[in-house]
């Protein structure tokens, strides 16, 4: 699948990401699925949440390597916000453009998500945490009840844009053009949270829910890097 990203961007492809309205779960939908939440909130029925995040071994006996900075978010269940993602995954494989299209579409729909929950009155009920330099993360005092987890690690690709001379430079200049990609590998799982107890969550590379990409598209600019951030740039050619 990323080499379809890579195609495409050797061949200079520009993909336009159209995003539909995410829709969200409905208010009504909102205040269901809060209420327990709240309730056991209230009540101080309270377990935590444990977990790690790495590539597991490639030869036995060998040690997992840990994925450090991956971005975590613990949020109420919601069966149409489950529904929405998994429309995402279904087409997203369909062509380039949907492949491109799918990051921005999820982080449309967390978002629009997460704005409804907090307008609701939830807020409290929106956990977040990136993982350690050991890879490892935990949530304490979550109230007990029906939670899924959605995180994602984000890795640079950077590309030289082509160079446009003459007439082309000139008719072109002001235009974004493509710097690279960044790859976005998304884990999704259901946590079903007890008080008093700890859930022990595990996110590494034989279980992630969807990798997709998102172009680094921006206006050259002599005083700009090249390379995407947290990526160094390429080593100058030897005289």
Do not use: C
């Not at 195609?7 to 269901?32: P, Q, W």
């Not at 101080?44 to 977990?51: L, R, Y």
């Amino acid at each position: 699948m990323m080499e379809m990203v890579s195609r495409a961007l050797r061949a200079g492809a520009l993909v336009v990401v159209t995003l539909g309205l995410a829709t969200g779960a409905s208010a009504a939908g909102i205040a269901d699925l809060m209420a327990p939440l709240l309730a056991a909130r209230e009540r101080e029925a309270f377990g935590s949440v444990d977990g790690r995040a790495y590539a597991e071994a490639q030869r036995g006996g060998g040690e997992p390597t840990p994925y450090p900075a991956v971005s975590i978010l613990l949020m109420p269940r919601s069966k149409e916000f489950d529904s929405e993602l998994d429309g995402i995954k279904a087409s997203y494989r369909d062509s380039i453009d949907t492949l491109l299209e799918a990051e921005p579409k999820l982080r449309a729909a967390r978002v629009t998500f997460e704005r409804t929950l907090i307008e609701a009155g939830g807020g409290q009920l929106l956990f977040g945490e990136s993982s350690s330099a050991t890879g490892e993360f935990r949530f304490s005092r979550v109230p007990e009840g029906a939670w899924t987890l959605l995180a994602w690690r984000e890795i640079p690709h950077s590309k030289a844009p082509t160079a446009l001379k003459g007439a082309d430079a000139r008719r072109y200049k002001g235009r974004p053009q493509v710097f690279g990609y960044v790859t976005v590998t998304f884990w999704r799982l259901p946590v079903d949270v007890k008080a008093g107890e700890v859930m022990a969550v595990r996110l590494h590379d034989r279980n992630e829910w969807l990798t997709a990409a998102r172009e680094d598209q921006r206006i050259p600019d002599p005083n700009q890097p090249a390379t995407l951030p947290g990526q160094s740039p390429a080593p100058a050619s030897p005289h």
